[in-house]
């Protein structure tokens, strides 16, 4: 074999991803090469790098004791991988003196720049705020019976400022409040069935399984799809409120007309689109689906909900048909709509977030002088979850159906003291990189 100094191996070695080639032996066939570099094994496990001409002359360049063949493959593939280029760069980058892009001032900048911003929004909500006034009562009262109506007194001790004597605005938002809610989850991930939202009726129970165990009810023994089916349609806020400027019990009490319009209550709502089923279709599936939007007429034979075997079987009882019958009222009316199309059922199917949510009920108008009367035709069975359950009347002289929006300005605040802080410590004298940065925290 002729040898080969290293300015002949140098001068015929190509481009990495093309001169190294991992073989066991030579190739049988090199009349199309004209010159290439070689990785061999030898008995003795060293890998030789073997030049070879189209005239079947062979020069040694070097040899490398590396132990294995899968050895020198993972020195040759870590030395060409996309990873270790762009580890070289980051260090190029992170290496060089304060670069502009990665210094701690720089950083130190922006973060002052996102200060003013959020600043300026907690200044505009501030000076905002006193357009607006808040009020908040309980409803945790216990009732006495099934059928309750528990009046409630608003007075300025129960706003955003004592001293109010009245609501001057020209609407006054009412919203429910709810804490605690444990059913939020089945509207968060959606536990429903588009198909019913839709206007579809379905007969079997595998079609609305994904709302399970809200999917199939035993009425009278006679097992039963519900529609719409989901643990949180089924546990729709039902309470319905009447507003006053006396107490009922002092007699010849004129009540507040509220608005309760389907235009009102499905702004910007998600589920604005949702249709009931056809006549047609109700009557066709027969006693085999449990329509509730609008509860069909029933004669209930009182049964309990068991678990059987780790099933759920849910029966339609007494107290429940009866939250049914008096649900009606609230989705039925010409102004918000029927059944699913009603403006409380598409305001209640927007997915809240957190077990803690608001949910528009009305609009009164204004303004109304205090003391302001609440009488609640249903106390919705809170207890059990546990929660709470309240009432929020917001006035603002300016428009803005979104309730309060205390917690915005809250976050504003602390997001602007952050980064005020973080910037300082950033912008100091000698904090110039993010190692003097880190340093000093």
């Known amino acids: 074999m002729v040898e080969a100094d290293d300015d ?120 905002y705020r006193d357009n607006q006034i808040t009020c908040t009562i309980e409803l945790n009262r216990t009732r006495k019976k099934s059928i309750d109506f528990l009046t409630y007194e608003i007075t300025g001790a129960n706003c955003s400022r004592s001293d109010v004597t009245e609501l001057d605005a020209d609407v006054i938002y009412v919203y429910y409040h709810l804490t605690n809610f444990k059913h939020f989850a089945s509207s968060l991930f959606k536990q429903h069935s588009k198909g019913q939202l839709a206007g579809k009726v379905y007969t ?100 309990k909900t068991v678990q059987t075997f780790g099933k759920h079987h849910l029966s339609l009882t007494y107290k429940r048909h009866a939250v049914l019958c008096h649900l009606q009222d609230k989705i039925s009316s010409s102004s918000s709509h029927n059944g699913l199309e009603n403006g409380h059922v598409i305001q209640w199917l927007s997915p809240p977030p957190f077990q803690t949510f608001s949910k528009l009920y009305g609009a009164l108008k204004g303004p109304i002088k205090l003391p302001l009367y609440i009488t609640v035709l249903k106390s919705h069975d809170v207890p059990n979850y546990p929660g709470k359950n309240s009432l929020i009347l917001v006035a603002n002289k300016r428009k803005w159906p979104f309730g309060n929006f205390g917690y915005v300005e809250g976050v504003a605040a602390f997001l602007a003291t952050l980064c005020l802080i973080v910037a300082c410590l950033m912008l100091l004298p000698g904090g110039n990189s993010l190692s003097s940065f880190i340093n000093l925290m």
């Not at 070097?62 to 996309?82: A, H, P």
């Not at 701690?104 to 200060?115: A, D, E, M, T, V």
């Not at 400027?245 to 309760?260: A, F, R, S, V």
């Not at 009557?283 to 004669?299: E, H, R, S």
């Open 204 to 303: 079997n129970a595998s079609d609305v399984a994904k709302c399970y165990p809200y999917d199939v009810i035993k009425v009278n023994g006679h097992e039963r799809i519900i529609h719409p089916c989901g643990a949180y349609l089924w546990h729709m806020f039902y309470e319905r409120f009447v507003f006053s400027n006396t107490h009922p019990k002092d007699g010849d009490t004129k009540y507040l007309p509220i608005d309760e319009s389907w235009e009102l209550l499905t702004k910007h709502q998600e589920y604005k689109n949702v249709s009931n089923p056809s006549y047609e279709d109700r009557v066709a599936v027969g006693n085999d689906v449990l329509f509730w939007m609008p509860l069909q007429t029933l004669y209930i034979r009182e049964e």
């Open 8 to 127: 002949t191996c140098r001068e015929y070695k190509l481009e990495r991803s093309k001169s190294y080639i991992l073989a066991k032996s030579k190739p049988k066939d090199i009349s199309h090469l004209k010159s290439r570099i070689f990785a061999l094994n030898n008995n003795e496990g060293t890998v030789e790098k073997t030049w070879i001409t189209l005239d079947g002359n062979a020069g040694r360049c070097s040899s490398v004791n590396l132990g294995s063949q899968n050895s020198f493959q993972e020195v040759l593939n870590r030395k060409g991988t996309l990873a270790h280029a762009l580890a070289k760069s980051l260090k190029r980058s992170f290496g060089s003196p304060s670069p502009p892009y990665h210094s701690s001032r720089w950083l130190g900048y922006c973060l002052l720049i996102l200060f003013f911003i959020n600043s300026c929004i907690f200044v505009f909500l501030f000076l």
